[in-house]
C-alpha cells in the first residue's frame, strides 16, 4: 500500500461517518486546537494531505520594489501572475500570505574574525547604533496552493474505508487512484511554478519549510518544527501551543486580533498593498480566493446581476407592475427615481460576465484579513487600529472581528476553505493587485556563496527609509564581481573603505586594494594593511620594487614570465618573430637555473643573444628608465605571496597606483598584469577581495582586456570577488575600452551613486545600457550625495544610506579642517613617528576621545604591515 493511499486511509477513518467534503470538527464540541484544523498528514515532499481530502502545496514568492519599478513593469507583473492564476477553476483555492517578521538581528561578535582593533571597533559602533534604533521588519510572502477533488470520489474514498476494503496495490481505494490525483497535482504544482518564474522569484517549500510556514500562521511563532514521522497527524503536532477561544482568543502567550476586509474600492491598481507591507510591527496579511470555473462564474455573476436590476426599483413599484396584466416602458421620470448605483452594477456585472465568457478574466470569492498576534492585548489592539487604519486609508473598509474572531482565524490558515467564507466576487485582476508582490528588499540573510562557510553573516547592515532594514552583500551566488559608478565627490571611497573595513569580518579575509589618489591610505594603515606608494613620494627612500621573474622555476611562471616579456616588446609597437619567442623562452628556462635573488631582468638581458631583444628589454631594466621598478632582486608586493620568499603572507594590501596612471601603458600596464598574478598567486581559498579603482581602463585594450575579462571569470572559483570603481557609466561605451559589455556582464551586483544629470537624455541612456530603468534613473537624480547609494542584482534593488558615524570618518574621510591631501601627510606622519600610539593620538585629533580610551581599554594596540615593512631596500 502507498503513502498517499495508507494517508487518505487514515483520514477517511478518522472522521468516520462524517462527511469528508465538509470542513467540521472531529467531535461535535471540539475540545482543542487541533479539532478546528484541517491539516491531516504528509504524503509526499511539500504536500499536505488535509482532513477533507485536498492536497496542499507552497512557494515562497518575491517580486519587485516598488519604489525601483516603473508603472509599466508593475502592470506587466500584474498581467504576468493575473494570467498564472487564471488556469484554476471549481475545485481549487490559492492562499497568499505576506509575513511580516523580526528582521534578522546585526551579526553577532562570536560570528565575526576581525584582526585588527579599529575594524572591530568600527563593527562594534554600528551594531550598537543598529541595535539601538527602531525595531527592524521584513516581509515575507509565500503563495499556497490547495486542489479538492471532486466529492463523489471523496464519497467514494470514505465508503471504501467504512466498508473495511483494503486499498489496490495500485494506490487505489473505493476505485479511486490516489496516487494519480497526487502525481497529477504535483504537475500543476510544477505548472505554477514554470509560469510565474519568468514574473518574480519563486522557491518550492521543502516539508520542513511548509510546516515551519503553517505553524507560524497559526502561533505567529517564527522558529523551525520538526517533520512528524509517517502517518502522524499533522494537526496535533502543528497545535502545540494552549488556546483560548472567545472576542479575543489566545494562541499560546499571544493575543490575536483580525482585521477583516469588509468593502473594496471601484478600483484597484497593481501594487495597492503595497504600503501593507512596510508597517513597523509584526502581523500577517492574508488572501484566500476561491477560483470559480467558466461555467460557476457565469451563474454566479448572472445570479448577482439579476439581484442588482431588481433593486433599481422600490419594492411598492414592483408590486405595482407585478399586479398590472400590462407591460409598461420605463419613463424619463421613472429612470431619475431609480437606484443609480444599482443600475451601475448591473452594467458592472454585464461587463463581468462579458469578461468571463471572452476567458479575459476569471472570478471568485475573495476573503482579505490581517493577523495581529502580539504579547499584550493592548499591543494586539494598538496594531489592530493601526492596520485598520491602513486599510481605510487604502479605500477598503473594514473591522476588528469579535464575534467571529476564532472562524476569521482558521479561515486565514492555508488550506482552510470553508470558515469564514465571505462572498465578494472580485476578478483574478483584483486579486493579483492585492496580492504582496512588491515588497521592499531587505537583502540576503547571510553570504549566498557555498564558498563560504556556512551561516556567514551579510557584509554591513545599512539604513533605510521605513521599518525594513537592508543587509548588503556583493555575492550573487559564488560571484562576488560587482561594479561601483559613481562621479568624483559622489562617495565611491568612502563606501569602498566601508566594504574593505566590513570584509574583515569574515576568518582568513584578504584584501588587495589598487588605490588611486590616497583614498585608502588612512583606513588602510590604521587597520594593519601593508601599503605601496608605486613611484610616489611615500615610497621616498624606500623605494617598491618587483622581481617578475622571482619563480620562472616553475613551468606555469615559466610560461606566464614569456608572455609578459613578449607584452613589454608589443607596448612600444613591436612584435615578436616565432624564432625570437623561442630564444626568449630558451633564455627565461636558463635563468631558472640560477638562484631566486639572480632572475632578474638585468640577468635575463645577458642571457639574451639576439641584440633586438636586448633592446626591446633593456628600457626595463636599471640600464633602462624602469629599472628601479621592475628589476629588483628581491619582491617588496606581497611579501609571502611568493613560495620561493620564504615568509608569511600579507593579507591585507593597498598599492597606490597614482603615479603609474600618470605614466605611459608601457608602465601602467605591465605593473597591474605582473601585480595581478601576485595576487592570484595569493588565493588559497580564503574570502578574498579585490578593489581596482580608476586604473582598471587602462587594461581594457587589445590582449589586456582578455586577460582581465579571463581573470573575472577564473577568480570566482577560487572565493575572490573583484569590485570595479568607475566615475561614469560613460567609460564603459568608450569606443577604446574594448570587452567593457562582458566586464558589465561579468559583476552582476551594480551600485549606484547620486548623479544630478542622470535623467539627461544621454546620460540616462548610458544607466539604461547598465541595467537601469526609468524609475531607477530617476531615483539617481534625485538621491542625496555622499548620503544615498543604489544597489541593483538579480536578487532584487534598493536604496540605502551607510548610516557613518563620527568613528568611521575618521577614518575613511578628512581631518576637520585639513584637505585630503594634507589628511593623508598627517596620518603618514603620525604613524611613521609613533607606531604604537598614533591611532589613540588620530582619534583624538578627530574630536573622538572617548572612542580612543575605548580603543586603549578594549583592544591592545598592534601595528600590522606597514610601507616602511614591507617594501624592499634599493637595489646594492
Known amino acids: 500500500m502507498s503513502l498517499i493511499s495508507a494517508a487518505a486511509g487514515l483520514a477517511a477513518g478518522s472522521l468516520g461517518a462524517t462527511a469528508l467534503g465538509k470542513l467540521r470538527e472531529h467531535r461535535k464540541a471540539p475540545r482543542a486546537l487541533s479539532d478546528l484544523l484541517g491539516w491531516g498528514f504528509l504524503v509526499g515532499e511539500g504536500v499536505v494531505l488535509t482532513k477533507d481530502g485536498s492536497f496542499l502545496a507552497a512557494w515562497r514568492v518575491r517580486g519587485r520594489d516598488l519604489a525601483s519599478s516603473t508603472v509599466g513593469e508593475v502592470a506587466a507583473l500584474a498581467t504576468h ?108 504544482a510544477r505548472g505554477l511554478r514554470d509560469r510565474l518564474s519568468s514574473a518574480v522569484r519563486i522557491e518550492r517549500l521543502g516539508s520542513a519549510d511548509l510546516l515551519r510556514h503553517l505553524h507560524e500562521c497559526l502561533t505567529g511563532l517564527p522558529h523551525a518544527v520538526g517533520v512528524p514521522g509517517r502517518g502522524a497527524y499533522l494537526d496535533y503536532a502543528l497545535a502545540d501551543q494552549p488556546f483560548v477561544g472567545g472576542f479575543e482568543p489566545r494562541v499560546g502567550g499571544k493575543h ?43 451563474k454566479v455573476i448572472g445570479k448577482a446581476q439579476l439581484g442588482w436590476f431588481q433593486k433599481r426599483r422600490g419594492a411598492g413599484d414592483w408590486v405595482k407592475d407585478m399586479a398590472s396584466k400590462e407591460k409598461r416602458q420605463d419613463t424619463e421620470m421613472d429612470l431619475a427615481f ?25 472570478f471568485g470569492y475573495l476573503t482579505a484579513c490581517a493577523v495581529v498576534m502580539a504579547e499584550s492585548g493592548r499591543a494586539a489592539d494598538d496594531r489592530a487600529a493601526g492596520l485598520l487604519k491602513a486599510v481605510r486609508d487604502l479605500g477598503f473598509t473594514g473591522r476588528v472581528e469579535d464575534v467571529n474572531a476564532v472562524d476569521a482565524l482558521i479561515g486565514s490558515l492555508p488550506g482552510h476553505g470553508h470558515a469564514n467564507l465571505r462572498r465578494p466576487v472580485l476578478s483574478t485582476d483584483n486579486l493579483v493587485d492585492l496580492l504582496p508582490l512588491t515588497a521592499p528588499w531587505g537583502g540576503h540573510r547571510e553570504v ?151 632572475r632578474t631582468l638585468t640577468a635575463l638581458l645577458v642571457g639574451l643573444g639576439d641584440e633586438r631583444l636586448r633592446a626591446l628589454v633593456r628600457p626595463y631594466t636599471l640600464e633602462g628608465p624602469y629599472g628601479q621598478l621592475f628589476d629588483a632582486d628581491r619582491d617588496s608586493f606581497g611579501a609571502g605571496n611568493s613560495p620561493s620568499s620564504g615568509e608569511e603572507a600579507v593579507r591585507h594590501q593597498v598599492v597606490e597606483l597614482s603615479h603609474l596612471v600618470g605614466m605611459s601603458d608601457r608602465v601602467l600596464v605591465p605593473a597591474l598584469t605582473y601585480l595581478f598574478r601576485r595576487v592570484e598567486e595569493g588565493l588559497d581559498g580564503s574570502p578574498t577581495l579585490i578593489v581596482i579603482e580608476e586604473a582598471w581602463a587602462a587594461l581594457m585594450h587589445g590582449r589586456f582586456a582578455d586577460r582581465l ?48 544629470d542622470a535623467a539627461e537624455p544621454d546620460t540616462a541612456a548610458l544607466y539604461r545600457w547598465l541595467g537601469l530603468n526609468e524609475a531607477e534613473v530617476s531615483r539617481l537624480a534625485r538621491a542625496r550625495k555622499k548620503q544615498d547609494y543604489y544597489v541593483r542584482s538579480p536578487s532584487g534593488a534598493r536604496t540605502f544610506d551607510l548610516a557613518l558615524g563620527p568613528l568611521e570618518m575618521a577614518f575613511l574621510g ?19 613617528a609613533d607606531p604604537e600610539k598614533w591611532l589613540t593620538e588620530w582619534l583624538r585629533l578627530c574630536g573622538l576621545d572617548a572612542e580612543a580610551d575605548a580603543l586603549e581599554r578594549s583592544y591592545p594596540v598592534r601595528l600590522g604591515p606597514c610601507a616602511s615593512d614591507a617594501t624592499a631596500p634599493t637595489r646594492r
Open 709 to 756: 575579462r579571463q581573470w573575472l571569470l577564473t577568480l570566482r572559483k577560487r572565493n575572490a570577488a573583484v569590485v570595479v570603481v568607475a566615475h561614469s557609466p560613460a567609460q564603459f561605451r568608450d569606443p577604446g575600452v574594448k570587452g567593457a559589455q562582458l566586464l558589465v556582464e561579468s559583476c552582476p551586483t551594480r551600485i549606484f551613486l547620486p548623479n544630478p
Open 448 to 598: 549566498p556563496s557555498g564558498l563560504f562557510p556556512p551561516g556567514s553573516p551579510p557584509l554591513l547592515w545599512a539604513r533605510t527609509d521605513g521599518s525594513t532594514p537592508f543587509r548588503l552583500c556583493l555575492h550573487e551566488g559564488d560571484v562576488g564581481h560587482t561594479l561601483v559608478v559613481g562621479a568624483t565627490g559622489a562617495g565611491k571611497s568612502v563606501l569602498v573603505g566601508l566594504i574593505l573595513a566590513q570584509w574583515r569580518r569574515y576568518a582568513g579575509a584578504r584584501t588587495v586594494t589598487f588605490d588611486v589618489g590616497y583614498s585608502h591610505y588612512v583606513s588602510g594603515r590604521a587597520m594593519g594593511a601593508a601599503h605601496y606608494d608605486l613611484a610616489g613620494p611615500l615610497a621616498a627612500g624606500r623605494p617598491v620594487e618587483m622581481q617578475p621573474l622571482r619563480d620562472v622555476d616553475r613551468p606555469e611562471v615559466r610560461t606566464w614570465a614569456v608572455d609578459w616579456v613578449e607584452s613589454l616588446v608589443e607596448l612600444q609597437g613591436e612584435r615578436l618573430s616565432p624564432d625570437e619567442r623561442g630564444r626568449l623562452a630558451h633564455a627565461v628556462g636558463l635563468l631558472a637555473e640560477s638562484p631566486p635573488e639572480d
Open 81 to 188: 501572475v493575473g494570467a498564472a492564476l487564471s488556469a484554476y477553476g471549481d475545485g481549487w483555492m490559492i492562499h497568499a500570505d505576506a509575513v511580516r517578521r523580526e528582521a534578522v538581528g546585526y551579526a553577532l561578535p562570536e560570528r565575526c574574525h576581525f584582526p585588527d582593533p579599529v575594524s572591530a571597533l568600527v563593527d562594534e559602533t554600528r551594531r550598537a547604533r543598529y541595535t539601538a534604533t527602531a525595531e527592524h521588519y521584513e516581509t515575507e510572502s509565500v503563495f499556497s496552493l490547495t486542489y479538492t477533488p471532486p466529492p463523489g470520489l471523496v464519497g467514494r474514498l470514505q465508503k471504501a474505508v467504512v466498508a473495511g476494503r483494503d486499498g489496490a496495490r495500485d494506490g487505489s481505494r473505493g476505485g479511486v487512484d490516489w496516487d494519480r490525483l497526487l502525481g497529477q497535482f504535483e504537475r500543476e
Open 814 to 832: 578628512t581631518l576637520p579642517g585639513r584637505s585630503a591631501d594634507e589628511t593623508v601627510r598627517e596620518a603618514a606622519r603620525l604613524a611613521d
Open 256 to 298: 490575536v486580533r483580525v482585521v477583516a476586509v469588509q468593502g473594496y474600492p471601484n478600483t484597484t491598481t497593481p501594487g495597492l498593498a503595497d504600503p501593507l507591507l512596510r508597517l513597523p510591527f509584526p502581523y500577517r496579511w492574508s488572501l484566500r480566493f476561491l477560483p470559480f470555473s467558466p461555467a460557476t462564474a457565469t
Open 338 to 362: 431609480q437606484d443609480a448605483n444599482a443600475s451601475q452594477m448591473v452594467l458592472d456585472a454585464g461587463a463581468a460576465r462579458a469578461s468571463n465568457t471572452g476567458g479575459e478574466l476569471r
